[in-house]
């Protein structure tokens, strides 16, 4: 059983899950030793009975937890909350933490066991976002949930311990103070500058372009500003209404598949196949007492964010301590390297 504790010197929510400690660690597979489908991969096809039953999955053919998927969604064998927990906080003298919890899900994000990013197609990439755009839309009907955190890890360096590519969810109860935080500021910037900070940062960098890595009508990816990893790029959503996946519509899910298609490539061709993180960035989902001043406003200072964080180089002791990262690489020269 896991518990979600605070702390409080910190400000800072911490999940305590020993089942995670029993992962079995694949990440180091290669392409000697496994070949496009394994006979020991709980995620590729074929294997579907290695998993819990499937809670999602597109498919073109077959019934549940049979193959013929194109994507396909698990709960999580090693999770961190779970669901069946009960909704509850309690505290302990100075302490205070929640049960564990929340929902974690595995994104299977294609059947092949050995497929490269940089190779999928489009089709594979609209699969994958529509994939999480409707686990979102259903999590979300559970009002206990209010934070979500959508996420891909790829590679060791990046915390994946497992080849076969896939994705990850994770609702919870309680909202961190990083996103808080941003809230916070992206609120207080729409008060003083009558705009958006969203809107702000994407006039900017259409204008400029020195930044700037990929555009299309509905997003556009550059380099941020202050990069705290080198060859980090941010996609954001033009639109002002578009503030998480599931408000977009079909249409937009091609435009993000697009973007993100020409992004990963050029990403891959300057830095070959290399361990990232992707994060989407979702406000939360539920008004209750910590959102209430804000939920209904959160389409006037919030947009829907991408990022992908190579992860090149590791951190030391001045990172962790200080919260500051060093990135050897402008984030300039990281764009013009990635337009080509
Ligand atoms: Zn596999």
Redesign the pocket.
Known sequence: MSDIRYDRLYDDYVIIAPERLHRPDCAHETISN?ST??RI?????G?ERMTPPEIFALRDRNGPNTPGWRTRVVPNLYKAVRIEAPWQSHGHGPYDLWEGFGAHEVI?DT????QRVDAWELQEYRDWLVTFRSRLMDLRKDLRLVYFSLFKNHGPSAGAT????HSQLIALPVIPKSLLARIERARHYRKIHGHSLFQGVLDYEMEFRERLVAENDSFAAFCPYASAYAFEVRILAKEQRVVSLSDLNDPGIEALAQILQTTIRALYRELGDFDFNLTFDTPPMQKNVSTEEWFEEIPRFWRLGLRIIPRLYNWGGFEMESDMRINPVPPEEAAFLLRG
């Open positions: 496994a489908q394994s991969c709980p995620f590729c096809e294997n299977i059947p092949r066991h050995l497992q080849t076969h590519p």
